[in-house]
Protein backbone atom coordinates (compact mmCIF):
# COMPACT_ATOMS: atom_id res chain seq x y z
CA UNK A 1 0.00 0.00 0.00
CA UNK A 2 1.08 3.58 -0.52
CA UNK A 3 1.70 6.16 1.99
CA UNK A 4 -1.03 8.05 3.66
CA UNK A 5 -0.61 11.26 3.08
CA UNK A 6 -2.79 14.60 4.13
CA UNK A 7 -2.99 17.04 1.57
CA UNK A 8 -5.75 19.37 3.27
CA UNK A 9 -8.35 18.15 1.21
CA UNK A 10 -9.96 15.82 3.44
CA UNK A 11 -14.33 16.54 2.84
CA UNK A 12 -14.45 15.92 7.09
CA UNK A 13 -11.40 17.57 8.36
CA UNK A 14 -9.55 19.01 4.77
CA UNK A 15 -8.78 22.86 5.97
CA UNK A 16 -8.66 23.63 2.80
CA UNK A 17 -11.36 22.20 0.89
CA UNK A 18 -13.84 24.52 0.07
CA UNK A 19 -16.96 22.58 -0.30
CA UNK A 20 -16.05 20.23 2.92
CA UNK A 21 -17.01 20.15 6.31
CA UNK A 22 -13.18 21.51 7.82
CA UNK A 23 -13.95 19.62 11.22
CA UNK A 24 -10.95 20.62 13.53
CA UNK A 25 -10.18 17.99 15.79
CA UNK A 26 -8.54 18.62 19.61
CA UNK A 27 -7.47 15.47 21.66
CA UNK A 28 -9.53 16.18 25.48
CA UNK A 29 -8.62 13.35 28.15
CA UNK A 30 -7.95 10.33 25.22
CA UNK A 31 -11.54 11.33 23.14
CA UNK A 32 -11.17 13.40 20.41
CA UNK A 33 -13.84 16.14 19.76
CA UNK A 34 -14.98 18.05 16.85
CA UNK A 35 -17.67 20.71 16.78
CA UNK A 36 -19.34 20.97 13.33
CA UNK A 37 -22.50 22.11 11.95
CA UNK A 38 -24.32 20.82 9.03
CA UNK A 39 -25.45 23.18 6.16
CA UNK A 40 -28.18 23.29 3.74
CA UNK A 41 -25.64 21.44 1.09
CA UNK A 42 -25.63 18.55 3.42
CA UNK A 43 -29.17 17.67 3.20
CA UNK A 44 -30.60 14.28 2.46
CA UNK A 45 -34.44 15.28 2.69
CA UNK A 46 -35.34 18.74 3.40
CA UNK A 47 -33.53 20.42 6.19
CA UNK A 48 -32.02 16.79 7.52
CA UNK A 49 -28.38 16.27 7.54
CA UNK A 50 -27.79 13.06 5.06
CA UNK A 51 -27.26 9.93 6.82
CA UNK A 52 -23.99 9.20 4.81
CA UNK A 53 -22.71 12.61 5.76
CA UNK A 54 -23.34 11.52 9.04
CA UNK A 55 -21.37 8.16 8.68
CA UNK A 56 -18.38 9.96 7.18
CA UNK A 57 -17.78 12.47 10.42
CA UNK A 58 -18.24 9.40 12.10
CA UNK A 59 -15.68 7.50 10.03
CA UNK A 60 -13.02 10.29 9.98
CA UNK A 61 -13.22 10.84 13.84
CA UNK A 62 -12.41 6.79 14.77
CA UNK A 63 -9.33 7.61 12.00
CA UNK A 64 -8.67 10.16 14.16
CA UNK A 65 -8.74 8.65 17.74
CA UNK A 66 -5.93 6.45 16.20
CA UNK A 67 -3.83 9.11 14.28
CA UNK A 68 -3.71 10.79 18.06
CA UNK A 69 -1.93 7.67 19.28
CA UNK A 70 0.77 8.15 16.47
CA UNK A 71 -0.57 5.90 13.70
CA UNK A 72 -2.32 6.20 10.21
CA UNK A 73 -5.27 3.90 9.76
CA UNK A 74 -7.61 2.97 7.26
CA UNK A 75 -11.26 1.72 8.28
CA UNK A 76 -11.99 -2.10 8.12
CA UNK A 77 -15.62 -2.03 9.33
CA UNK A 78 -17.96 0.43 10.34
CA UNK A 79 -21.13 0.47 12.21
CA UNK A 80 -23.85 2.98 12.64
CA UNK A 81 -26.58 3.21 14.54
CA UNK A 82 -29.12 6.33 13.81
CA UNK A 83 -30.88 7.07 17.04
CA UNK A 84 -32.44 10.95 15.82
CA UNK A 85 -32.36 13.05 12.44
CA UNK A 86 -29.86 15.63 12.81
CA UNK A 87 -31.68 19.40 11.28
CA UNK A 88 -29.11 21.38 9.26
CA UNK A 89 -28.18 24.56 10.59
CA UNK A 90 -27.91 22.94 13.99
CA UNK A 91 -24.73 22.09 15.61
CA UNK A 92 -23.34 19.23 17.29
CA UNK A 93 -20.09 17.76 18.45
CA UNK A 94 -18.06 14.66 17.20
CA UNK A 95 -16.32 12.24 19.49
CA UNK A 96 -14.55 8.99 19.23
CA UNK A 97 -12.15 6.73 21.18
CA UNK A 98 -9.82 3.82 20.77
CA UNK A 99 -11.70 0.89 23.13
CA UNK A 100 -9.19 -1.69 22.17
CA UNK A 101 -5.45 -2.17 20.58
CA UNK A 102 -4.25 -4.95 19.53
CA UNK A 103 -0.73 -4.48 17.34
CA UNK A 104 -2.15 -2.78 14.25
CA UNK A 105 -5.81 -3.59 14.98
CA UNK A 106 -7.93 -0.70 16.71
CA UNK A 107 -11.27 -0.97 17.72
CA UNK A 108 -12.99 2.68 18.26
CA UNK A 109 -16.39 4.42 19.57
CA UNK A 110 -17.55 7.68 18.37
CA UNK A 111 -20.71 9.58 18.66
CA UNK A 112 -22.56 12.73 17.09
CA UNK A 113 -24.68 14.80 19.80
CA UNK A 114 -26.35 18.06 19.32
CA UNK A 115 -25.13 20.67 21.93
CA UNK A 116 -27.99 19.74 24.05
CA UNK A 117 -27.15 16.38 24.73
CA UNK A 118 -29.63 14.74 22.24
CA UNK A 119 -28.07 11.68 21.01
CA UNK A 120 -27.64 11.55 17.07
CA UNK A 121 -25.74 8.56 16.48
CA UNK A 122 -23.34 6.32 17.39
CA UNK A 123 -20.57 4.09 15.42
CA UNK A 124 -18.86 1.47 16.36
CA UNK A 125 -15.51 0.92 13.95
CA UNK A 126 -12.72 -1.38 13.49
CA UNK A 127 -9.48 0.13 11.86
CA UNK A 128 -5.76 -1.28 10.64
CA UNK A 129 -2.94 0.79 11.37
CA UNK A 130 -0.55 1.63 8.08
Known amino acids: ?????DDSQCFICGQ???AGLRLDFQLN????MA???????HQGYKN??????????LDEASV????FEGRNAVTAELTVRFKNPMKVDTTAIVSAKVIKRRGSFYETEAKVELENGTLIA???????AI
Do not use: R, W
Request: glycine share 8%.
Open 1 to 5: METLE
Open 16 to 18: QNE
Open 29 to 32: DSVV
Open 35 to 41: PFTAKKI
Open 48 to 57: VLHGGIVCAI
Open 64 to 67: KAVN
Open 122 to 128: LGQAKLF
